[in-house]
T-cell receptor, first 112, second 112 residues
Framework: QKEVEQDPGPLSVPEGAIVSLNCTYS??????FMWYRQYSRKGPELLMY????GNKEDGRFTAQVDKSSKYISLFIRDSQPSDSATYLC????????????FGTGTRLQVFP | NAGVTQTPKFRILKIGQSMTLQCTQD?????MYWYRQDPGMGLKLIYY???????DKGEVPNGYNVSRSTTEDFPLRLELAAPSQTSVYFC???????????FGPGTRLLVL
């Protein structure tokens, strides 16, 4: 079983739709949860950062962490064609490791 | 503040050739990482460093070598290039372990 599981997509939605992206994980020691956005032929860039459980909102983006279910989500409201990218979840904070664990990424396409 | 820079952007190598991928960060980060990204496979950690003079293997270190003589630079050396090393290589840095990593723009490598 992978430490972090993420549906690769592609997920194709019309402009204005609400998008839900998800990751599940197996290591209950994770404390830091991140979402990165990666445009085609670019490096990943941090989109959202959450420590421990709860919600965090930034504009059209909301990140949710449910540690009891080992499940994290990223919601995008009023999706735009410019949101078309690959979204990677990442987790850290486990003991005895200096590394983040990344999901494989979900490719999102928002069509006009 | 340039962040993380990588050179070259693109390179074609013949089987058996060697090359060094350069990575520099100007954020005074202690931690630096090298990843490779293959289509649909997410980011795989090759090597990482927790400070000048200290490096450690990641998930896929075979065929690669690193050094960290300064805080700013973390070059990745490929010896005896093989077609399996065709990939996109990303360098990243962070101030502390398991926290936000900042990525460079990537180096596309094709081994023929």
């Amino acid at each position: 079983q992978k430490e972090v599981e993420q549906d690769p997509g592609p997920l194709s939605v019309p402009e204005g739709a609400i998008v839900s992206l998800n990751c599940t994980y197996s290591n209950s020691a994770f404390q830091y949860f991140m979402w990165y956005r990666q445009y085609s032929r670019k490096g990943p860039e941090l989109l959202m950062y959450t420590y421990s459980s709860g919600n965090k909102e930034d504009g059209r983006f909301t990140a949710q962490v449910d540690k009891s279910s080992k499940y994290i989500s990223l919601f995008i409201r009023d999706s735009q064609p410019s949101d078309s990218a690959t979204y990677l979840c990442a987790m850290g904070g486990a003991y005895n490791t200096d590394k983040l664990i990344f999901g494989t990424g979900t490719r999102l396409q928002v069509f006009p | 503040n340039a962040g993380v820079t990588q050179t070259p952007k693109f390179r074609i190598l013949k089987i058996g050739q060697s090359m060094t991928l350069q990575c520099t960060q100007d954020m005074n980060h202690n931690y630096m990482y090298w990843y490779r990204q293959d289509p649909g496979m997410g980011l795989k950690l090759i090597y990482y460093s927790v400070g000048a003079g200290i490096t450690d293997k990641g998930e896929v270190p075979n065929g690669y070598n690193v050094s960290r003589s300064t805080t700013e630079d973390f070059p990745l050396r490929l010896e005896l290039a093989a077609p399996s090393q065709t990939s996109v290589y990303f360098c990243a840095s962070s101030y502390r372990a398991q926290e936000t990593q900042y990525f460079g723009p990537g180096t596309r490598l094709l081994v023929l």
